[in-house]
Each structure stands twice: as C-alpha cells, then as structure tokens.
C-alpha cells in the first residue's frame, strides 16, 4: 500500500521568508500524481499544487514550488514570499495515474504559522 | 459554477445511532469520494462513487454506506456510531476521466457522544 510521511508536525516563517514544507512517499507505481493541498481554520481543503511523477520538471504557481526527487521518493513543497494568509495546515497527498476510482492518499500534515 | 456544498455543517449524534450527511457535486462532476478527518489527522478514503455504482472502498466496515444520486449527488451513511467516528467528513467530486483532480466541499463535523 501506498504511504505519505511528513515528518514536520509544525514550522514557523517570518513574513515575506521563504519555508520549505517536506513530503516522503512509497509506491512501487511508476506513475502517479503527487499534491499539496492546504487546510484553513474553515477547514475548506484547497489544492495548491499538483506535479506528475512522468513529468521531470518541477511544478510552480506563482509563490509556491515543488522539488520532485522521484529516486528519492522525495516531494518537498517551498513556499515564497510567505504571506499571513499562508497560515494553515499543509497535507501531502498522493493519487494512482487512474482515469477513475483514484482516491487520495494523505500524510498527517504540517501546521504552517506566518509570524508579522 | 456552483462549488461542492455538504450539509449539515455540524451534527451531534449518540453512539449506537445513525447519520446521513450529504454532499452535491461540483457543476458537471460526476464521480464523489468521501473521506473521514480525525482531529489532528490526515483524511482516510472511505469509498469513491461513479455512475451511481460504488468505485473502489477503503479499510472501513460494511456500516459505512454511500449513494450516489442521477444528478450525481451524495449521501455517506453511518450505521451504529461509535465514539470513533467522531470526524470531519469531507465530500470531493471530480470528472471521471480526471479522478486525479478532486474538489472538496467544506466538510461536515460529526460529534458522537
């Protein structure tokens, strides 16, 4: 079975820093798709980022960005320019290259403070 | 386009009774997944509807049930609640040929006591 770890429970950055959010994962599928999804105080999941593992160049939207070490099993997420409204928790997730029944697998999370 | 909604928003049960929550998909999706949040933690997969049929389950017991509406809504049963499943519950739905990208709804938050 497919597993995400995050390994950091919590992280704090300065406003307008930069933070790096980090993401492991196991599968013995050579193709899949790999998220960042963000979890507000209003509990609304929201994707932030989606990279395909078949793809070698590392996603971006505009002040976030991944670094996709598909060796590595590795899936780090590197928010810019961090803003208060960044607060929120982080989860990892992975999903089967399936045109359907994909189903999200999640890790535990990363809770992101934005300290003024 | 109309985003995914879920009612209630929250909901108090008894162990030993059982809940319906709902959820409407997004304009034009017609796959729903439903997954359970325990505070503090990542969401679980309980099972994925598509075309009305149940598309693939996750490691929950019979008690939890879905239907899946023709205007491709949603219903998650629970049957015989138990301290445990006390949860946030979220609905996602997505295109079928795009099961990858999944849009969730705000949640609802049970409380079992």
């Known amino acids: 079975a497919q597993t995400v770890t995050q390994s950091q429970p919590e992280m704090s950055v300065q406003e307008a820093e930069t933070v790096t959010l980090s993401c492991t994962y196991d599968?013995?599928?050579?193709?899949?798709?790999l998220f960042w999804y963000k979890q507000p105080p209003s509990r609304q999941m929201i994707l932030v980022i989606r990279q395909e593992a078949y793809k070698q160049q590392n996603a971006t939207e505009n002040r976030f960005s991944v670094n996709f070490q598909k060796a590595a099993k590795s899936f780090s997420l590197k928010i810019s320019d961090s803003q208060l409204g960044d607060a929120a928790m982080y989860f990892c997730?992975?999903?089967?290259?399936?045109?359907?029944?994909?189903?999200?697998?999640f890790g535990e999370g990363t809770q992101l403070t934005v300290n003024p | 386009e109309t985003g995914v909604t879920q009612s209630p928003t929250h909901l108090i049960k008894t162990r030993g009774q059982q809940v319906t929550l709902r959820c409407s998909s997004q304009?034009?999706?017609?796959?729903v997944s439903w997954y359970q949040q325990a505070l503090g933690q990542g969401p679980q997969f309980i099972f994925q509807?598509?075309?009305?049929?149940?598309?693939g389950r996750g490691n929950f017991p019979p008690r939890f049930s879905g239907l899946q509406f023709p205007n491709y809504s949603s219903e998650l049963n629970v049957n015989a609640l138990e301290l445990d499943d006390s949860a946030l519950y979220l609905c996602?739905?997505?295109?079928?040929?795009?099961?990858?990208?999944?849009?969730f709804g705000p949640g609802t938050r049970l409380t079992v006591t």
């Open positions: 599968t013995s599928e050579s193709d899949y798709y």
């Open positions: 996602a739905s997505s295109l079928a040929n795009r099961g990858y990208e999944q849009y």
């Open positions: 304009s034009g999706h017609n796959t």
């Open positions: 997730a992975y999903s089967e290259q399936e045109t359907s029944g994909s189903r999200l697998t």
């Open positions: 509807y598509y075309r009305e049929e149940e598309n």
